[in-house]
């Protein structure tokens, strides 16, 4: 193996998969079978978006004629590509025969497929709702093209429905490949409701109980995380509702951050920068107390000449 002695390595690296294994008692079954695949489930997301706005996000030769049969094609690859990659999922810890497995992911695969038409109607609202409330925006075309909210937004609205029926491990990756392309950090278990808008989006991170109503708008930094975790006797934490539920019309600005079961009531305003451990009634304006500024004419007036 030349200089490097890669047998050696190889011999090594074997040794610390197996102590790893055996620490997470692992099944033996899902490394036979394999993970599901990020770069795979990359372009699964990509053909479903582009079957869900076939002129704006398909290929360029399209029409209006032929946009049916390209939805069709494309809903065909993706959706059994998908039933694959689910399928790798659901081996892990699984006694389950192969044909039961495989039929659990056609089922999950099948609740997608008969909720696309919503998740449609969904993020027209999420369209809209971004056009309306950016003046900068000249069209909803240039916010479906352009707009980081968009681009985590129809991701999340598939990998929810995926979470919700069973798929949480590629749901998790799904909206992980969103946050890597957008800096805006959605977990694929955030309830989310109509016309929702993040408004530039970096740093925006929204965790999996959170529950958002509709026609609210976050600003970039927000932070919908959680206070603190919930302990069971052994010492694990228990996954309890440990995220804000914002009701319709709430308005956050960027950099604050909100944490705890706590509820923010319908048409509130939470300013910039906030850090908010408590539930506010509805139509509350909540602001940081006002800083101390300094402001000199000349920022070199008093430095020694010379």
Known sequence: MGAYDLGAVTQSLRQYRRQWRVAQDHDSAYGAHGFPSRLKLGAIIDNLAAALFPMRLGPRHLTQETEDAFVLQSLSRALDDLAEQIRMELHAGRAAHEAEICAEARRIV?????????????????????????????????????????????????????????????????????????GIDIHPGAQIGESFFIDHGTGVVIGQTAIIGRHVRLYQAVTLGARSFTVDPQGHLVNTPRHPVLEDRVTVYAGATILGRVTIGAGSVIGGNVWLTQSVPAGSQVRQGKPSVSIESDALADWPMG
């Open 110 to 182: 099948g609740a997608l497929a008969q909720s696309l038409p919503d998740i449609r109607r969904l993020l027209d609202t999420d369209l809209e709702a971004a056009f309306a409330g950016d003046p900068a925006a000249r069209s909803v075309d240039e916010v479906l093209l352009c707009y980081p909210s968009l681009a985590a937004l129809i991701p999340h609205r598939i990998a929810h429905v995926l979470y919700n029926q069973g798929a949480p491990l590629v749901a998790r990756i799904i909206t992980e490949i969103a946050h890597s392309h957008t």
